[in-house]
C-alpha cells in the first residue's frame, strides 16, 4: 500500500469548474507539499501546510491532520492550470518526504 | 536568483557510459535533494545533503550510483557504468526550512533527462 494516495488519478473538466484533488496519508507526518508539474515538465511548490488552509489566488489547500488528508482546491479553473499534482509529506519519523503518484488534470476550454 | 540550476537539460548515452549530473542550488538554501521520475514509480528521492554533508542516501539505488557535494553551490550525482533501467528525469530541488528538512518550501531545478541507449 502506497503511503500516500491521490485521487483521482486522472480529471478532465470544462473551464470555470471547481476542482478538488484529494491526498490521504498513512504516517505522521511534519508537512504536507502539493507541487503542479506542468507538460514541459518543470516542478513548482504550491503549497507547504502542516495545519489548517492557505490560500493563493484561485488555489486553496486544506489538510486535516487528525483524518490525514489533504485536499487542493482550484476555483474558476482554467485550460492553464492543466498539469499533474503532486502531492507529498514529510515523514515525522524520519523527515523523507514521499511523493504522491500524482493527479493528471485537464482542463478543457 | 536564478533559481535551482541543472545541468545537462538532456542526456543520451549508451549503456555502460559514464553520467554526470550537475545541479547549482539557490544561494543560502542548505539543504540539496535528489530526486529520480519515472512514468512507473514517479518521484523518489535518491539522496539529500544538509551543509554539504550526505544526511540519508538509502534511496540510492545501488553502487553505480554516487553524490558529491564538494561546496555549497554544486552538487553532482554520477551513474557509473550506466543501463538502461536508468532512463529517467533527474531533478534536483533545494531548501532551507527552519526546522526539519521536510518542512522547507522545494525549489526544482528544470530537471535531466537522461536517456541510456
Known amino acids: 500500500k502506497n503511503e500516500v494516495e491521490q485521487s483521482p488519478q486522472n480529471l478532465t473538466a470544462q473551464e470555470g469548474e471547481f476542482i478538488t484533488i484529494n491526498c490521504s496519508y498513512s504516517?505522521?507526518?511534519?508537512?504536507l507539499h502539493w507541487l503542479q508539474q506542468h507538460p514541459g515538465g518543470g516542478i513548482v511548490s504550491l503549497f507547504m501546510?502542516?495545519?489548517g488552509k492557505k490560500k493563493h489566488g484561485r488555489l486553496i489547500a486544506t489538510i486535516n491532520i487528525q483524518e490525514k488528508h489533504s485536499s487542493l482546491h482550484i476555483t474558476a479553473s482554467h485550460p492553464r492550470d492543466s498539469a499533474v499534482y503532486i502531492c507529498a509529506v514529510a515523514d515525522g519519523r524520519d523527515d523523507k518526504i514521499i511523493f504522491g503518484k500524482g493527479t493528471r488534470l485537464h482542463i478543457l476550454p | 536568483d536564478a533559481g535551482v540550476i541543472q545541468s545537462p537539460r538532456h542526456e543520451v548515452t549508451e549503456m555502460g557510459q559514464e553520467v554526470t549530473l550537475r545541479c547549482k542550488p539557490i544561494?543560502?538554501?542548505?539543504?540539496l535533494f535528489w530526486y529520480r521520475q519515472t512514468m512507473m514509480r514517479g518521484l523518489e528521492l535518491l539522496i539529500y545533503f544538509n551543509n554539504n554533508v550526505p544526511i540519508d542516501d538509502s534511496g540510492m539505488p545501488e553502487d553505480r550510483f554516487s553524490a558529491k557535494m564538494p561546496n555549497a553551490s554544486f552538487s553532482t550525482l554520477k551513474i557509473q557504468p550506466s543501463e538502461p533501467r536508468d532512463s529517467a528525469v533527474y531533478f534536483c530541488?533545494?531548501?532551507?526550512?527552519?526546522?526539519?528538512?521536510?518542512?522547507?518550501?522545494?525549489?526544482f531545478g528544470e530537471g535531466s533527462r537522461l536517456t541510456v541507449l
Open positions: 530541488a533545494s531548501s532551507s526550512p527552519k526546522i526539519l528538512a521536510g518542512s522547507g518550501e522545494l525549489f
Open positions: 544561494s543560502g538554501h542548505d539543504y
Open positions: 504516517v505522521g507526518i511534519s508537512a
Open positions: 501546510l502542516s495545519s
